[in-house]
Each structure stands twice: as C-alpha cells, then as structure tokens.
C-alpha cells in the first residue's frame, strides 16, 4: 500500500484555516486531521482530544524531551506541537495526514521530512482578514493587534510553501486544495510503486496469442 499525503496548512490569524481543514476533512473521509497539544487554554466550545490535546506546560515539556512532537512552536505566548506517533501511523496506514500548523513548524517540517505537501492560505485583502478576526470575537484588542502584525510576518515566510490558495469563497478554497491533492497523488515519484506492480503483474502475464 502506497503511504499517505502529508499536507501541510498554514496561513494567518483569520484566514480561515480552520474552516478549511474541517470541511477538508467532512467531504474526504481518507484525511486525518492531525491534533495538536497546546498549553493554550480551551476556547468557548473546544473540547479536549477534538479542537488540540489541552495540556499544562509541565506536561508538554516532558513531551518535548521524549521526543514526541514532529515539530513544535511557541504560538503567541502558548507552546503547540504535532505528536509525531498518530501522524506516522496514519501515513502508513495510507490515510492522508493534515498538519494546521504555523511557519515555524511547517519550516521543521520542510527540513525532517522528504515528502510534505506545502499550502499556504491568503486572505483576498488585509483589511478583510482583520475584519475576520475582529468578527470572530475570541481576542482582545491587543491580542488583535499581535495577530495582524504577525500576518505581515508570516507573508514574508512562504518561500517553503508549494501553494498558495486565496481563501475567499470557502468552497473554492476547498475544491482547489482537493485539486491539488489529486494532482500531487500523480506525480511521478509517487507512482513508481504503482509503476513497478504493472511491470511486475505484465512478467506474468501469458502472451501467447494461439
Ligand atoms: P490557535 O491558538 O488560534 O488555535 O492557533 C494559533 C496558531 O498556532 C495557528 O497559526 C495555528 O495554525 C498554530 N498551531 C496550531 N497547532 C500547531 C502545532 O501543532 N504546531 C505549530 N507549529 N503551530 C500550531
């Protein structure tokens, strides 16, 4: 069996990443969301095991030293990281993995691991994404203020990204992520397997005509 896809997605505060990746993961039951540990306090209607793994900061240290994370960051004033176990486990069981992660650990990413799938998702504008996230009304307005000031930061930093999808119509966004998924599973390194079991299946084959 052929391993999965590793997609990556990343993009700034309000930009819709999460929409995204949870319609991503409604419409193709083959991708696995990966969830992440943070030391992060739950938001109203996060739960625990679902949204991240809620951990205290003690906990995600000891973690961090076991070796446990695929990467990790410290997100604005919060430690995150991606357990690395679940994430290998569903590659080889040829699930596709989804990583909602920042630059900082898409860039560990890039540098681990062989095979990624880059995304990044723009806003249309810039005053629509600080509206997004003046809409969405989780933050204060100095946490606002953070956000918006590391999307200018996170735009100078997609030099790893191999995509780049604007995310203004959500269904657009997400039919163009499948696309792209489609159009990685045929490049040619990743059907060399598949290339290989014709070439092995066709020796076998019986050619004579009569
Ligand atoms: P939030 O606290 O708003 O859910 O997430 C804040 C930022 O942390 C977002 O950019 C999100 O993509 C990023 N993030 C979430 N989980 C992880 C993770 O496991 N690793 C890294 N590097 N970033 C993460």
């Known amino acids: 069996m052929e391993d999965g896809l590793l997609l990556v997605v990343s993009g700034p505060a309000g930009v819709g990443k999460g929409n995204v990746c949870q319609a991503l993961c409604r419409r193709n039951p083959n991708l696995y969301y990966s969830v992440s540990c943070t030391t992060r306090p739950p938001r109203q209607g996060e739960q625990d095991g679902v949204n991240y793994h809620f951990v205290s900061e003690q906990k995600f240290k000891e973690y961090l ?5 695929l990467e990790w960051a410290y997100v604005h004033d919060h430690y995150y990281g991606t357990p690395v176990h679940m994430v290998r486990q569903m590659l080889r069981a040829g699930r596709d993995v989804i990583l909602e992660i920042d630059t900082q650990g898409a860039e560990q990413v890039h540098r681990n691991v062989d095979d990624g799938v880059f995304i990044f998702l723009l ?18 307005p100095e946490e606002i203020r953070k956000r918006f000031a590391r999307a200018y930061r996170e ?56």
């Open 65 to 69: 030293q076991q070796g446990s994370f």
């Open 123 to 140: 806003p249309p504008t810039m005053p629509d994404l600080i509206r997004r996230i003046k809409n969405r009304g989780t933050e204060t």
């Open 155 to 210: 735009l100078g930093e997609i030099e790893i990204y191999d995509y780049l999808v604007i995310n203004e119509i959500l269904e657009v966004a997400v039919s163009t992520v499948e696309a792209i998924i489609v159009a990685e599973k045929c490049r040619t390194h990743r059907r060399r397997g598949f290339v290989q079991q014709l070439l092995e299946k066709g020796d076998k084959f019986d050619l004579s005509l009569d």
